[in-house]
Nanobody
Framework: QVQLVESGGGLVQAGGSLRLSCAAS????????MGWFRQAPGKEREFVAA????????AYADSVKGRFTISRDNAKNTVYLQMNSLKPEDTAVYYC????????????????WGQGTQVTVSS
């Protein structure tokens, strides 16, 4: 069993920055890949970013590429999402997720999910 807890969300003005953290506890696997997804009201949950164990394989959604950075600190069992140049359309609940050994952009390949953290970007 793996538990994921997101933190760092909040209210920020357009153009500002936030850094989300996702702390993992319980049983983890060295092969775990981690991802960030987001869901706005009335919309499907969409892929944001993913990273494999070593950080050698990273992917971003086109909508956030160049603005967001995903990273991980395996010693701290934590994955981060640095969000810069935030836009109102980035407003959503952000979820971290863990895949047991599979690097993927699809939510269907993730096994564990956090409860989400709200990010609200004002204009």
């Amino acid at each position: 069993q793996v538990q994921l807890v997101e933190s760092g969300g909040g209210l920020v003005q357009a153009g500002g920055s936030l850094r989300l953290s996702c702390a993992a506890s319980g049983r983890t696997f060295s092969s775990d890949a981690m991802g960030w997804f987001r869901q706005a009201p009335g919309k499907e949950r969409e892929f944001v970013a993913a990273i494999n164990w070593s950080g050698s394989n990273i992917a971003y959604a086109d909508s956030v590429k160049g603005r967001f950075t995903i990273s991980r600190d395996n010693a701290k069992n934590t994955v981060y999402l640095q969000m810069n140049s935030l836009k109102p359309e980035d407003t959503a609940v952000y979820y971290c997720a863990a895949s047991q050994g599979y690097f993927s952009l699809s939510r269907r390949n993730y096994d564990y999910w956090g409860q989400g953290t709200q990010v609200t970007v004002s204009s």
